[in-house]
């Protein structure tokens, strides 16, 4: 099976730079992705990494080591409308099922 | 851009009635999932669905569901006897195929009293 972990919460500021870390189990891997939700809505994909390295994305960044089983979200000057739930997530084996983690809360502040 | 849509948006039962959540996947992707969210908890998996069969389900997904693709644009999601713990938002998605990038609705918010 797969298992994820993250923290439950972090909390920064308007403007700053947040790491949200996740660190993986799973038989099979075939990347990491990372999901933003706000309250009330869906989960909307942000980034995937399945080779080692940085991926960027205008603000956001995402990290993966595969020989550590881990990998990052790095959000930079953090906005308001950034606070929401950001989780991880990896597919199994087959590919057809994508479990998430338990999300960590981003409270940004004024 | 296209979504995934889903009806109805909330959907209030009583214990032990019948409800069927609809969903109107991407028009050129292949799998379809359904996902639940209790209030405050993390996505969970309940069922993926390809080539108009279950493709992996959790343990979650008992008798109690079903699916169905009833014709070409539609996915549902059955769930019979509803129990108190089943209130939850029933997210849909789909995607373009396997380790594929997953595009969940807006989900249904399902409240048994």
Redesign the interface.
Not at chain 2, 42 to 68: A, P, R
């Given at each position: 099976g797969q298992s994820l972990e993250q923290p439950s919460e972090v909390t920064a500021v308007e403007g700053a730079i947040v790491q949200i870390n996740c660190t993986y189990q799973t038989s099979g891997f075939?990347?990491l992705?990372w999901?933003q939700?706000h309250d009330g809505?869906?989960?909307?994909?942000l980034s995937?990494n399945a080779l080692d390295g940085l991926e960027e994305t205008g603000r956001f960044s995402s990290f993966l080591s595969r020989s550590d089983s881990y990998g990052y979200l790095l959000l930079q000057e953090l906005q308001m409308k950034d606070s929401a739930s950001y989780?991880c997530a990896v597919?199994?084996n087959?590919?057809?099922?994508?479990?998430?983690?338990?999300?960590t809360r981003l409270m940004v502040k004024p | 851009e296209p979504e995934v849509t889903q009806t109805p948006s909330h959907q209030v039962t009583q214990m032990g009635q019948e409800v069927i959540l609809r969903c109107v996947p991407i028009s050129n992707h292949l799998y379809f999932y359904w996902y639940r969210q209790i209030l405050g908890q993390k996505v969970e998996f309940l069922v993926s669905f390809y080539n108009n069969e279950i493709s992996e389900k959790s343990e979650i997904f008992d008798d109690q569901f079903s699916v169905e693709r009833p014709d070409g644009s539609n996915f549902t999601l059955k769930i019979r006897s509803t129990k108190l713990e089943d209130s939850a938002m029933y997210f849909c998605a789909s995607s373009a195929g396997t380790s594929n990038t997953i595009y969940f609705g807006e989900g249904s918010w399902l409240t048994v009293v």
């Amino acid at each position: 099976g797969q298992s994820l972990e993250q923290p439950s919460e972090v909390t920064a500021v308007e403007g700053a730079i947040v790491q949200i870390n996740c660190t993986y189990q799973t038989s099979g891997f075939y990347g990491l992705s990372w999901y933003q939700q706000h309250d009330g809505g869906a989960p909307t994909f942000l980034s995937y990494n399945a080779l080692d390295g940085l991926e960027e994305t205008g603000r956001f960044s995402s990290f993966l080591s595969r020989s550590d089983s881990y990998g990052y979200l790095l959000l930079q000057e953090l906005q308001m409308k950034d606070s929401a739930s950001y989780f991880c997530a990896v597919f199994n084996n087959a590919g057809n099922m994508l479990t998430f983690g338990g999300g960590t809360r981003l409270m940004v502040k004024p | 851009e296209p979504e995934v849509t889903q009806t109805p948006s909330h959907q209030v039962t009583q214990m032990g009635q019948e409800v069927i959540l609809r969903c109107v996947p991407i028009s050129n992707h292949l799998y379809f999932y359904w996902y639940r969210q209790i209030l405050g908890q993390k996505v969970e998996f309940l069922v993926s669905f390809y080539n108009n069969e279950i493709s992996e389900k959790s343990e979650i997904f008992d008798d109690q569901f079903s699916v169905e693709r009833p014709d070409g644009s539609n996915f549902t999601l059955k769930i019979r006897s509803t129990k108190l713990e089943d209130s939850a938002m029933y997210f849909c998605a789909s995607s373009a195929g396997t380790s594929n990038t997953i595009y969940f609705g807006e989900g249904s918010w399902l409240t048994v009293v």
